[in-house]
DNA sequence: TGCCCAATTGACCGGTCGGCCAATCGAGGC
DNA sequence: GCCTCGATTGGCCGACCGGTCAATTGGGCA
C-alpha cells in the first residue's frame, strides 16, 4: 500500500525524466552541441544524477536512441500487422499511414536524420524484419498481378520510405520552392505517380 | 613577374587551405563537434590566423556553405542548361545525371543534411531559379502531352531530387534492409516507377 | 631604401565542458 | 531502531574550448 505517495526519490521517475529531456535536446540540437548542465537543468535533476543513471553522456544518447527506436518499431509493427490482405488500397493506406506518422512525430524524423549523419547503421538494422514483411507483401501483390513484376519489392518500400522521410526532414529546404504545395498536396501528386508506378504496366 | 614565387605569405592561398579543412572537418563532423585546435592542425595554420580570416568559428562555417552551395548551383546550372529540348528521355536522362552527381560528390549530400537539421533555409532559396526552370520544363513537356497534366511540375521535380537525396543521406540506414539492392539497381527500379509514373495515363 | 600594412605567430584569457568524489539522505529489510 | 545500499547532492577538477592581443614578419610601393 504505498498510494498517493509524495516520494522524495524515485528513481524510475527520474530515469524518464532525464530520458525525456535528452530526448528533446538532443533531436533539437544534435549529440555535440548539447551540454550535460543545460540538460540538467531542463530535466531539474543535478548533472551528477545524470551520470549516476547513465554513466555518460554517450551512453545517455545511445539510450535516448534506443527507446526513441523501440517506440517506433513496436508502432510500426503494430500498425503493419493490423494490415489486412494484399490489395490495390493497401499499399495507398501504407504511405499515407507513414506519411502522417511521419508528419505527427517530427523528433523521429530528427532522431533518424541525426543517426544517418553519424553513420550509426544499428537503427537501420532494427527494422529488418520490418521492410522484410513490407517487402513480403509487394511480393504477394506482385504474384496476383496488383503490382508489376519487374521492380525489386524492397525497392518498392524504400522509395516510398524515403519520400516520406526526405520531404519532412528537408522541408525548410524546398518549403519555398516556386509552386511547392502543401503536405497533403504532394502526398497526393506523390502517390498518383507512385500508385501509377508500380501498377502492373500493359 | 612574380613566377616560380616561393612566397612565404600568400593569403588567398591561406584562405582556401583553411576552407578546404574546414568544409572537410564540417561535412564529416558537422558544427559543433568540430574544434578550432584540430582544424587549425589539419590546415597546417595556427589558431589565429583562421579569426584573422574569418572572425569568428561561424563565419567560417558560413563561408565553407557558401563556397560549396556556390559551386553546387552554379554546376547544376550549367547542367542544365546545356539540356536540350524538353523530350521524353531528357527527364530521365536529367534523373539519372542528378543521381550520379550525389553518388560522386558525397559531401554535398552531407552537407545538405546538416544544414536542414539547422533550419538554415538559405540554401533552400538559392535554387529557387534551379526548381523553377524544372518546373517549366515539365509544365511544357505536360503541354505537349509528353507527361501527364493532372500534377504539380514542382513536385515531379521534388520527388525526384529529394529521392536521389534520400538514397545517400541515409545509406547507412537502408543498405542492409534484406534484398536492397546497388545504387545502380535502386535507380533502375526507382525510374521504372517514375518515368511510368509521371508518363500520360490513359 | 625605408615605410606601411596585412599576414602571421605564440602566449594567454575567462568560461565551461564532461566527469569524479566524498558526503548526505531516505526508504526498505532485519 | 538500526543498518545498509542506492539515490542524490554540491563541490571540485583538469582539459580544452573559442577568442583576444601584442609583437613580429615580409611583401609591395613610393
Given at each position: ?177 516556386p509552386g511547392m504545395g502543401s ?20
Amino acid at each position: 500500500m504505498m498510494s498517493q505517495k509524495t516520494q522524495t526519490r524515485d528513481p524510475e521517475l527520474t530515469r524518464t525524466r532525464i530520458l525525456d529531456a535528452a530526448e528533446s535536446q538532443f533531436v533539437e540540437q544534435g549529440f555535440s552541441a548539447v551540454k550535460l548542465s543545460a540538460l540538467a537543468r531542463s530535466a531539474d535533476v543535478t548533472k551528477s544524477l545524470i551520470h549516476h543513471h547513465f554513466g555518460s553522456k554517450e551512453q545517455l544518447w545511445e539510450a535516448v536512441k534506443n527507446r526513441a527506436f523501440e517506440r517506433y518499431y513496436t508502432g510500426q509493427m503494430a500498425m503493419l500487422e493490423g494490415a489486412g490482405e494484399p490489395d490495390a488500397m493497401l499499399l495507398r493506406n501504407s504511405v499515407e499511414a507513414y506519411f502522417h506518422f511521419l508528419r505527427d512525430n517530427p523528433g523521429v524524423v530528427r532522431l533518424f536524420a541525426w543517426t544517418h549523419l553519424e553513420g550509426d547503421s544499428h537503427c537501420g538494422e532494427l527494422d529488418n524484419q520490418l521492410v522484410g514483411a513490407g517487402a513480403e507483401w509487394v511480393r504477394q501483390a506482385q504474384m496476383r498481378g496488383l503490382l508489376r513484376k519487374d521492380i525489386n519489392p524492397t525497392h518498392v518500400i524504400a522509395l516510398f520510405v524515403m519520400t516520406c522521410t526526405q520531404w519532412f526532414e528537408a522541408k525548410c529546404h524546398h518549403q519555398h520552392w516556386p509552386g511547392m504545395g502543401s503536405d497533403e498536396a504532394f502526398l497526393e501528386d506523390f502517390l498518383k505517380i507512385f500508385m501509377a508506378g508500380v501498377a502492373p504496366q500493359n
